[in-house]
């Protein structure tokens, strides 16, 4: 008796997704690269203000994308230069400080888009969706002429490091970060960068 070969099977699904390790040299942006992306965004299209800013308060204040179309002008104090971040993912909300150059860009974003209640907002008033954020971020990273896809998560990666790199305790990144739990382990995640 003669044993049939078994046949090899063939998947007609979708191919293996690309680790992402594979597909950007890392996941981070450097204070320089941020800086051009920002630079980038106030060139580009009819909301070079609101672009720019939006990518300098996401690094800066290490905002997840949800957090950042969430955000509210009730949130902001711009006399006391404060803004209330609501943490999502179970994080500790916080508040954070406003430097003059948000203070100010934030000012007149207000004036521009007078009659909305979010921050950033789309044509119509409402919050930017996320896909929206997602877009802005990419754009300005290839108009920054950054040699590898760039995504928004990067921001919030990148002010880590960035963090890290000064010298900034650990937990107190984590903290910034809105981190809550002991057993997150930033060391592994945030190294210096030199």
């Known amino acids: 008796m003669v044993k ?10 979708p191919p293996p997704k690309i680790p992402n390790s594979e597909k950007r040299a890392r996941e981070y942006l450097t204070p320089a690269e ?3 992306m920002i630079d980038a965004a106030k060139l580009v ?11 300098l308060i996401a ?35 916080s508040v954070h400080f406003l ?26 008033q409402g919050p930017l969706s996320i896909n929206a954020v997602h877009k802005i971020v ?3 990273g290839e108009v920054a002429g950054i040699e590898f896809p760039v995504h928004s998560h990067q921001l919030r990666h990148g002010k880590g490091y960035q ?23 930033m060391p592994s995640n945030y190294s210096l960068v030199r």
């Open 138 to 140: 990419v754009r300005a």
């Open 45 to 55: 299209g009819r909301h070079g203000l609101r672009d720019a800013l939006l990518i």
């Open 99 to 124: 430097e003059g150059d948000e203070i100010r860009a934030l000012r007149k974003l207000r004036r521009d888009y007078e009659g909305s209640s979010f921050v950033f907002a789309s044509e119509r």
């Open 59 to 93: 690094y800066r204040h290490a905002l997840r994308v949800g957090e950042l179309v969430d955000l509210k002008w009730e949130q902001l104090d711009l006399d006391g230069a404060k803004m209330h971040v609501n943490r999502l993912k179970n994080g500790d909300s």
């Open 34 to 36: 941020v800086k051009s």
């Open 163 to 185: 963090l890290a790199s000064k010298g900034v305790d650990t937990r107190a990144i984590q903290a910034y970060f809105g981190h809550y739990a002991e057993s997150l382990i």
């Open 4 to 13: 049939s070969a078994k046949k090899k099977k063939t998947s007609a699904g």
